[in-house]
T-cell receptor, first 113, second 115 residues
C-alpha cells in the first residue's frame, strides 16, 4: 500500500461544476496535509494546506480533512478550463525530528467548456 | 522577489556520462530540497539541507548521486555515472524553515534524458 494514494484520473468535469479530488494516507500520525497544483511541464505550486479536522475554504477551493478516516479532499467550485492540471496531495511525515512531505501520484483534472 | 532558480532546464546525455544540476533557492530560505519526479508520479525527496547540513539523504542513491550546499545558499546535485533509469525531472524546492506548516516553493526543474 502506498503511503499516499490518489486516483490518477482523468477526472473530467464540465465548466462551472464542482470538482472533487480525493486522497487517502496510511500514517495515522500525519498532522498536516497539502494540495499542490501542477500544470503540464511546470513545477508544483501550493494551493492550500490543512491540519485540523473539518473544512478550510480559500476562494473557490475547499480542503476537507477527516483524520479518523485518514482522508483528505479538495473541492473546486465553479471549475474553469484553467483549473485543468494534475493535483498532488502531500502528507507531512515527521522523521527523526524533521518534517518530510510524501506526495501522491496526483489526479489529473480536465475541465471542459 | 525571484523564485527558485534552476539550471539547466533540459539536459540530454549518454549513459555513463556525468551530469550536474544547479539550484539557487529563494533568498533567506534556510531549507533546500532536491526531488526527483518520474512521469505520472509525485515528487520524491532525494535530499534536504538545513543551511549547509544535509539532514535527510536517506533516499539519495549514494553510489552515483552526490549533492552539496557549501555556503548554505545555492546547491549542486551530481550524477556520475548516469543510467537510463535516471531520466526524470529533478526539482529543487526551498522553504523558510522545515516546520510542518512551511510552504515549499518549487523551481522549474531540470528535465534529464539519458540515452
Amino acid at each position: 500500500q502506498k503511503e499516499v494514494e490518489q486516483n490518477s484520473g482523468p477526472l473530467s468535469v464540465p465548466e462551472g461544476a464542482i470538482a472533487s479530488l480525493n486522497c487517502t494516507y496510511s500514517d495515522r500520525g500525519s498532522q498536516s496535509f497539502f494540495w499542490y497544483r501542477q500544470y503540464s511541464g511546470k513545477s508544483p505550486e501550493l494551493i492550500m494546506f490543512i491540519y485540523s479536522n473539518g473544512d478550510k475554504e480559500d476562494g473557490r477551493f475547499t480542503a476537507q480533512l477527516n483524520k479518523a478516516s485518514q482522508y483528505v479532499s479538495l473541492l473546486i467550485r465553479d471549475s474553469q478550463p484553467s483549473d485543468s492540471a494534475t493535483y498532488l496531495c502531500a502528507v507531512n511525515r515527521e522523521t527523526g525530528g524533521y518534517n518530510k512531505l510524501i506526495f501522491g501520484a496526483g489526479t489529473r483534472l480536465a475541465v471542459h467548456p | 522577489e525571484a523564485g527558485v532558480v534552476q539550471s539547466p532546464r533540459y539536459k540530454i546525455i549518454e549513459k555513463k556520462q556525468p551530469v550536474a544540476f544547479w539550484c539557487n533557492p529563494i533568498s533567506g530560505h534556510n531549507t533546500l530540497y532536491w526531488y526527483l519526479q518520474n512521469l505520472g508520479q509525485g515528487p520524491e525527496l532525494l535530499i534536504r539541507y538545513e543551511n549547509e547540513e544535509a539532514v535527510d539523504d536517506s533516499q539519495l542513491p549514494k553510489d552515483r548521486f552526490s549533492a552539496e550546499r557549501l555556503k548554505g545558499v545555492d546547491s549542486t546535485l551530481k550524477i556520475q555515472p548516469a543510467e537510463l533509469g535516471d531520466s526524470a525531472v529533478y526539482l529543487c524546492a526551498s522553504s523558510l524553515t522545515s516546520g510542518s506548516m512551511n510552504e515549499q516553493f518549487f523551481g522549474p526543474g531540470t528535465r534529464l534524458t539519458v540515452l
